[in-house]
């Protein structure tokens, strides 16, 4: 608060960064805006987020049966050479159907969200975390996602998933989709 009172001495403080991520835990933006939505997010979850989307179950859960753009970067090292990352990210926005990206792309983001109004005009919002969630992944102690539920693919290879802080409440409030 410190921070923010020293950047923006005139504005009022309107609500916690956090509150963002309030839209993916109770579903809001999926159901309000079901079929206008993409999502940009590390490749690896993704990948499983695409895999979680032909269960029915979990469908219905997040309530639409798909995004319209699945805009992939690399999980790790995504900042490493940031003029590609933001080409290959700027054709596929170029392409895209979305009115509105809901993004979780770590650290890159500084460098790389304020950009991607030059490829596409549309409503990006950054959902940290709501990506991990979506793709089964998150902690039920992270802000607004403690009545959240984690899908899991029985027979998932997640090794390669960077889990962030999953294992603090892995297994509570779980469905393991077969």
């Known amino acids: 608060m410190k921070t923010y009172k020293e950047l923006f001495p005139e504005r009022h403080f309107d609500f916690p960064m956090e509150?963002?991520?309030?839209?993916?835990?109770?579903?809001?933006?999926?159901?309000?805006?079901?079929g206008r939505i993409g999502i940009?997010?590390?490749?690896?979850?993704?990948?499983?987020?695409?895999?979680?989307?032909?269960?029915?179950?979990?469908?219905?859960?997040?309530?639409?049966?798909?995004?319209?753009?699945?805009?992939?970067?690399?999980?790790?090292?995504?900042?490493d050479n940031v003029d590609n990352l933001e080409r290959e990210?700027?054709?596929?926005?170029?392409?895209?159907?979305?009115?509105?990206?809901?993004?979780?792309?770590?650290?890159?983001?500084?460098?790389?969200?304020?950009?991607f109004k030059k490829y596409k005009n549309a409503?990006?919002?950054?959902?940290?975390?709501?990506?991990?969630?979506?793709?089964?992944?998150?902690?039920?102690?992270r802000p607004y996602f403690g009545g959240w539920t984690n899908f899991r693919i029985n027979d998932y290879n997640y090794s390669e998933i960077d889990p962030i802080d999953y294992k603090d409440t892995k297994g509570m409030n779980e469905i393991i989709l077969y």
């Open 19 to 34: 509150f963002a991520y309030s839209v993916v835990a109770n579903r809001w933006i999926t159901k309000k805006f079901k």
């Open 40 to 79: 940009i997010g590390g490749n690896k979850k993704i990948k499983l987020i695409k895999k979680l989307f032909e269960h029915k179950e979990y469908r219905d859960y997040v309530g639409i049966d798909g995004f319209n753009d699945y805009i992939s970067v690399p999980e790790r090292f995504a900042c």
């Open 89 to 115: 990210i700027g054709k596929k926005l170029e392409n895209s159907t979305s009115d509105i990206f809901i993004f979780g792309i770590g650290i890159s983001k500084l460098a790389l969200a304020h950009r």
């Open 123 to 141: 409503v990006y919002l950054d959902v940290g975390c709501g990506i991990s969630a979506l793709a089964g992944m998150t902690s039920l102690e």
